[in-house]
């Protein structure tokens, strides 16, 4: 195997990539396995969300049964007040998550629609390295006047000032390899 | 008797504790302007801020053919910083980017070997244009990179100046003084 195979394998690794999809993007198309990861979680997405919204319902509703159930009949002033908060809370952090939640689902739709119809398109030059380090580490590499960010290892095995060529799609930068 | 043995023996370590913190902060205080004597260079301070209580701070070296930046940024509970040495060179040296590490790298496609087994086996150095940085790294400059002391060195040369950066921040003269006679080395030409 040779020093530029070894390596765009282990650039694949890390950045999770295949040999066959960076051929593919080499010729300017979406590889198929490529778009199939990019339209996974269109239905877990939802589903989550639905899910954890319910909880919210379910717990505020039961939580103020519970309450009517153990207090006297007919419920005292404070009682019907602690009612009414209880409901209210529910309702509010109900809306309030189903709204994030509503969002969160949109943009993932924005994202996988943008992929399924958009291009391959390529972004060449020197690499600059950059990166916060911390309790949240983030790496970036800039690159043809764009910032794509990229995990520890992938970081790692990329070389400041060397000449890099990315493919991106939807604003993503899939598969890279070195120019030289 | 015992007792003030004991708080003799604790008056001697806080003390010692004091005595130390003066001449860490001292001696830290001291980096840039000896760097400045050191080079003849003029050092100047400066500190700005940024929106929501955060900051910027720089020291700075001046100088006809040398310069010096170090950058120390504060956003909330992050910290961002920078040194990046300017030597102007007179002898046009081919334009060459290359890193300098301490530790072996995970990948070694772009990893230049000097022929110098001793420098090999303490600095790695990756670059794309291998003959380039080999005609950079002289004896004189491999020396120099020897003796700084950084994890992490970049290095971009082109015709008429040197530019070395490094990320972390300047506790040691040697980190600072290393670093600029890496940058004089380089620009002093083969």
Not at chain 1, 33 to 62: D, E, H
Request: charged letters at 20%; aromatic letters at 8%.
């Amino acid at each position: 195997m040779s020093d530029l195979a070894q390596y765009l394998e282990q650039l694949g690794r890390a950045h999770g990539f295949t040999k066959e999809e960076l051929e593919a993007n080499r010729a300017g198309v979406i590889h198929p396995s490529q778009l199939a990861r990019s339209q996974r979680g269109a239905v877990r997405g939802p589903v989550l969300w639905s899910l954890f919204v319910a909880a919210i319902l379910l717990g505020g509703l039961g939580g103020a049964y519970a309450f009517v159930d153990g207090s006297s009949s007919p419920l005292s002033r404070v009682d019907r007040n602690a009612l009414i908060a209880i409901l209210g809370a529910t309702g509010l952090g109900g809306v309030l998550f189903a709204w994030a939640g509503i969002s969160s689902v949109r943009r993932a739709a924005r994202h996988r629609e943008a992929f399924r119809t958009g291009a391959v398109t390529v972004v060449e030059g020197l690499v600059a390295k950059g990166g916060v380090r911390g309790n949240a580490s983030t790496f970036w590499l800039d690159l043809g006047g764009k910032r794509f960010f990229v995990g520890r290892h992938t970081w790692q095995l990329v070389t400041h000032g060397a000449t890099y060529r990315g493919y991106v799609i939807a604003g993503q930068m899939v598969t890279f390899e070195p120019v030289r | 008797m015992m007792q003030w043995a004991l708080v003799a023996a604790g008056g001697v370590a806080g003390c010692g504790v004091i005595y130390g913190v003066v001449r860490w902060t001292k001696q830290m205080n001291a980096i840039w302007p000896d760097a400045a004597a050191k080079y003849g260079l003029t050092y100047s301070k400066k500190s700005e801020s940024i929106p929501l209580g955060n900051s910027r701070d720089f020291n700075l070296l001046d100088g006809p053919s040398l310069s010096v930046v170090s950058m120390e940024e504060r956003v909330g509970r992050t910290r961002r910083r920078s040194t990046v040495i300017t030597a102007r060179s007179a002898t046009g040296l081919s334009p060459v980017r290359f890193e300098v590490v301490t530790a072996r790298p995970a990948a070694t496609f772009h990893l230049v070997s000097t022929g110098d087994a001793t420098f090999d086996a303490r600095r790695f150095i990756l670059s794309e244009a291998k003959t380039a940085v080999q005609a950079v790294l002289t004896p004189a400059v491999r020396t120099a990179l020897l003796g700084c002391p950084h994890s992490t060195l970049r290095i971009a040369c082109d015709g008429a100046q040197v530019v070395v950066s490094f990320g972390e921040l300047v506790t040691d003269a040697k980190q600072l003084t290393g670093a600029i006679d890496v940058a004089l080395a380089i620009a002093k030409g083969p």
